[in-house]
């Protein structure tokens, strides 16, 4: 069964670091989002990128996040310059776009550490 | 602000009994419902999931009803076995053409006691 996967599963940083996490969604899907889930908090969403552009963005995506499909299969998420507080999990998802078909898959996410 | 509530944070059931996991929702825009489970270190998994022009649908040993009226969903497992310990995540979409965007609830951690 076609499954998003991530790398890496643990990246531990600095803080003012960049960071790049990377995805490869269900390759079939047209949509793709990015989600975040701070340790005891709810899975809040990020980004979503279509045709590639991003499609809507939440609050906490300021420009310190950027999201990139660099080629025909990974989708990345950078994070400029990290801070304490972006430590989290980061989770990919996608969904084929369909009308009626709403079901993100998600990948098994990558634990962010800013030290 | 939070749209999609989930009030139980855990809850705790025999084997073989029926879960039940609940949920309400704020926002009337909101058109398709989803349940997704959670073991740790693991990403979310889709499990089961509803349109807002019904009140029912089946998978296996899970229901999941929606009452609009009332802004509320329930999960129902049946019957409950071990392996159905996890986090369980409410969500709710909304959206035009293939894009909803996706609002979650902060979970309930079920456990099934053998």
């Known amino acids: 069964e076609p499954e998003v996967t991530q790398t890496p599963s643990h990246q531990v940083t600095q803080m003012g670091q960049e960071v790049i996490l990377r995805c490869v969604p269900i390759?079939?899907?047209?949509?793709f989002y990015w989600y975040r889930q701070i340790l005891g908090q709810k899975v809040e969403f990020l980004v979503s990128?279509?045709?590639?552009?991003?499609?809507?963005k939440s609050e906490i995506f300021d420009d310190q996040f950027s999201v990139e499909r660099p080629d025909g299969s990974n989708f990345t998420l950078k994070i400029r310059s990290t801070k304490l507080e972006d430590s989290a999990m980061y989770f990919c998802?996608?969904?084929?776009?369909?009308?009626?078909?709403?079901?993100?898959?998600f990948g098994p996410g990558t634990r962010l550490t800013v030290t | 602000d939070q749209q999609v509530k989930q009030n139980s944070p855990s809850l705790s059931v025999q084997e073989g009994r029926i879960s039940i996991l609940n949920c309400d929702y704020t926002?009337?825009?909101?058109?398709?419902f989803l349940w997704y489970k959670k073991y740790p270190a693991e990403g979310p998994t889709f499990l089961i999931s509803?349109?807002?022009?019904?009140d029912k649908n089946e998978d296996g040993r899970f229901t999941v009803f929606l009452n609009k009226s009332a802004k509320h969903l329930s999960l129902h497992i049946v019957p409950s076995q071990p392996g159905d310990s996890a986090v369980y995540f409410c969500?709710?979409?909304?959206?035009?053409?293939?894009?909803?965007?996706?609002?979650f609830g902060i979970g309930t951690k079920l456990q099934v006691i053998p």
């Open positions: 390759s079939n899907h047209l949509y």
């Open positions: 990128f279509y045709n590639n552009e991003i499609s809507e």
């Open positions: 509803i349109s807002s022009i019904k």
């Open positions: 969500a709710a979409s909304a959206g035009s053409g293939g894009y909803q965007k996706v609002t």
């Open positions: 926002n009337s825009m909101f058109d398709y």
């Open positions: 998802a996608s969904s084929e776009g369909r009308v009626g078909y709403y079901e993100q898959y």
